[in-house]
């Protein structure tokens, strides 16, 4: 007689539990054989019930629409940890580049989706608002923070990370894929200087080769030069945290 009440949350438990072995299960197996893949199949390969499919998810394109919103949530879920372990700068760059590199096998659900304007749209909305909302968040710290261009729109990042995505795709070489990448979203940063002529400054330095910084690599503030110990890189620990950061991210 107890056990009645504990029925209905276990039930529960068990459909929420149900819903993401079949979540994940389509995620993998769209990627794997293409959107055409029937329902059935997702059911044998989550080894669940196809009733159990259909009660989730009652036609192909809500299950479609769950999985990309899903994947969308889940860079969502990156960009708060990018903004909470890394320098503002570095937090964009890298979670914009995360996107690029997760979302390689996603690509065709957006062209599917972008192609019929017919199918359901509540779920993917709001998860592509929180997705922007990130995007904004990380782009206002970078532009307070003076590492990216003072003209950049979130708009122009999610066109720049849907074309990293297709550029990604496109290389038949993932790691050289991903450089290009790379260069690409180093476009976006400021520049500490305008000229580049103030680090190839050859005139004499006491006691160090010609070849001794003057300028800060990180910065560009002019370094003071000491008369004995090693040539410093870095004008001070904040700028030299700040390319060591960038080094770990890249």
Not at 15 to 36: D, P
Not at 90 to 110: I, K, M, W
Not at 135 to 147: I, N
Not at 172 to 200: C, H, I, M, Y
């Amino acid at each position: 007689m107890t056990a009645a009440p504990d029925a209905a949350p276990a039930g529960r438990a068990d459909a929420r539990r149900n819903r993401e072995i079949v979540l994940s299960t389509a995620m993998r197996v769209f990627a794997e054989e293409g959107l055409a893949v029937s329902l059935g199949r997702i059911a044998q390969r989550a080894g669940v019930g196809a009733g159990t499919v259909y009660r989730h998810f009652p036609s192909k394109e809500i299950l479609v629409e769950a999985v990309l919103a899903e994947h969308i949530e889940r860079l969502v879920a990156a960009a708060d940890r990018w903004a909470a372990r890394a320098a503002p700068g570095d937090a964009l760059f890298g979670f914009l580049l995360e996107v690029a590199e997760r979302s390689v096998d996603r690509q065709r659900f957006c062209e599917v989706l972008n192609a019929d304007q017919s199918w359901p749209r509540a779920v993917l909305t709001a998860a592509a608002q929180r997705f922007r909302e990130a995007l904004e968040r990380l782009l206002r710290d970078a532009k307070l923070a003076g590492a990216i261009r003072a003209d950049i729109r979130a708009d122009d990042l999610s066109a720049l990370a849907f074309g990293g995505v297709a550029l990604r795709s496109a290389h038949r070489d993932p790691t050289r894929g991903t450089w290009l990448v790379r260069l690409l979203l180093n476009g976006l940063r400021t520049q500490a200087v305008t000229k580049s002529e103030v680090f190839r400054d050859t005139s004499p330095l006491p006691r160090h080769e010609n070849t001794a910084l003057r300028y800060c690599v990180e910065c560009g503030t002019r370094l003071r030069v000491r008369a004995t110990g090693r040539p410093p890189r870095y004008c001070g620990p904040t700028c030299r945290q700040r390319a060591r950061r960038r080094r770990l991210v890249d």
